[in-house]
């Protein structure tokens, strides 16, 4: 197995990892439970990550901090939404 394909792989592990949280929230609508401190943290983050494999020209880096900022900021807007 060559190094991209094991970073994909594992990133498309880390990444899909958010799904479950987004759906719970979506469809219960409750928020209390989690932090907005840590999200917002971990969304600037995940962010400048994505900066990092744009910057490296790394596929697993971008395509991994991509979609999981999607999904952290989506936590987000739930949290802030759903107070």
């Known amino acids: 197995m060559d190094t991209n394909t094991l970073g994909l792989i594992a990133a498309a592990l880390t990444t ?14 409750h928020t209390k439970d989690i932090s907005l401190g840590m999200f917002a943290i971990f969304s600037i983050g995940v962010f400048l990550w994505l900066l990092y494999g744009i910057r490296i020209d790394a596929l697993p880096v971008i395509l991994s901090n991509g979609i999981t900022l999607v999904l952290s900021l989506t936590i987000l807007v739930f949290k802030l939404r759903y107070k």
């Open 16 to 29: 899909t990892a958010f799904i479950p949280q987004v759906v719970k929230i979506w469809r219960s609508r």
